[in-house]
């Protein structure tokens, strides 16, 4: 979920929810996972390194050769065979060339791990179209290089299998050449979790990936952002509501929907800006006004919205949570600023009261009796949780 790692721009999973996850989302999961996790442990040096120095047996039959000689004379075999025919046939030679046989048991899972993922990742690549992100990037890097080991000519005199046992696996560990060794780690891997559908090594393979905030103030996001989706879960627990979260995807759009029984949709956006944003943005019509080029909204951390449907029509309201990891006078005093100047960009957005809310790691006071009728509220880390219940309680 962390839209600013290296590795996983197109994951949107809480594993809080894991309840909600149908079959289809464990494969899904499951396989962009897997080849992510075999990509950075080394797949394709790996792979390249086992196609430089293919396993192979060396296989030794006899030849009967008469006029052209090719090879090295195996000459005791050679005897015994024209003393068989009585020593009639002295245009009889036979030699013992050395033929290499490719279809070994390693190369056999080679094979069909090779096939697996020329499969699989171009499926994994349709499960969330958009544009492309870093996850997307690191799986056509595999497939690139697996799309050119098939092509290796010895490959097609081994055998071809549509389903592995873990024979195969136990085989190619043991095998004299480490790159193979290192490649069985992937199939009792694989093993696991296509074959016993183990959620435990599945979800051990999430839990490397999902999160891996370089500095603390992305680490005080998240934070707030799991708060947010704690506050809601609690609305929705209490009202018997649903939710439905994107478990994969390919563009920077992360949305929590809580669907209320009365009529009421609850959006958490999490550095995603909604065109009922950006269409009505002050910022980008300046900057168009005077033709300049490349221009990109604001984005706040987090974008709140509430929907309710009546009688008479929609009612849509919005709100921007703002997060700053800080104690500093001045630099709480910088956030108040940068809130102000969104509630001043988005003022056909944010049409009501609470608009904004700005948490700090600490340094605020008491909170304000009169606050609801503030257009900002400020909090900290210590008072996040009852905060955030209030505002959501005065937004819905």
């Known amino acids: 979920m962390y839209r600013k790692s290296d590795l996983l721009n197109g994951v949107t999973s809480a594993l809080a929810f894991e309840n909600d996850l149908e079959v289809e989302d464990f494969v899904n999961l499951a396989t962009v996972h897997f080849v992510i996790k075999c990509y950075r442990s080394g797949i394709i040096d790996i792979i390249q390194q086992v196609m430089r120095n293919l396993d192979r047996n060396t296989q030794q039959d006899y030849v009967e050769n008469r006029g052209s000689i090719k090879g090295v004379v195996d000459w005791g075999e050679t005897f015994r065979r024209r003393a068989a025919a009585g020593f009639s046939d002295r245009s009889l030679f036979v030699t013992r060339p050395s033929n290499r046989v490719y279809d070994t048991s390693a190369n056999q899972f080679l094979k069909f791990f090779l096939e697996f993922l020329y499969v699989k990742i171009p499926e994994a690549l349709k499960i969330a179209p958009g544009k492309v992100e870093g996850w997307t990037y690191l799986l056509n890097e595999v497939f690139q290089t697996v799309r050119q080991a098939r092509l290796h000519p010895h490959l ?6 549509n389903v592995i046992n873990y024979k195969l696996i136990e085989l190619t560990s043991k095998n004299r050449n480490r790159y193979y060794r290192e490649l069985s780690a992937f199939g009792d891997l694989y093993f696991k979790i296509f074959i016993n559908k183990d959620q435990k090594a599945l979800f051990s393979v ?17 934070v707030v952002l799991f708060e947010v989706i704690s ?26 929907n809580y669907l209320l029984p009365n009529n009421t949709t609850i959006s958490a956006m999490y550095q995603y800006v909604p065109r009922t944003f950006s269409r009505n943005s002050k910022y980008v019509d300046t900057l168009k006004l005077y033709q300049i080029g490349n221009v990109k909204t604001r984005q706040p951390d987090i974008i709140i919205n509430v929907e309710k449907s009546t ?13 700053k990891f800080s104690s500093d006078r001045h630099y709480i005093g910088e956030g108040v600023h940068d809130v102000l100047s969104y509630l001043a960009d988005f003022q056909f957005a944010l049409n009501q009261t609470p608009k904004a809310m700005l948490t ?19 909090s900290d880390f210590r008072n996040l949780r009852s905060s955030l219940l209030d505002f959501f309680d005065a937004l819905v």
């Open 156 to 161: 097609r005199e081994v055998s071809k299998s």
């Open 311 to 323: 009688p008479a029509g929609t009612i849509s309201k919005n709100a921007v949570v703002e997060v």
């Open 206 to 222: 999430l839990r490397e990936q999902l999160l891996s905030p370089q500095e603390p103030d992305k680490l005080y996001e998240f």
């Open 231 to 256: 506050v809601l879960e609690e609305i929705r627990v209490k009202q018997n509501g649903k939710r439905k979260i994107t478990i994969l995807r390919a563009e920077n759009k992360t949305i929590f």
């Open 360 to 378: 700090v790691w600490s340094g605020i006071g008491q909170r304000p009796t009169n606050e609801k009728q503030n257009d900002i509220w400020l």
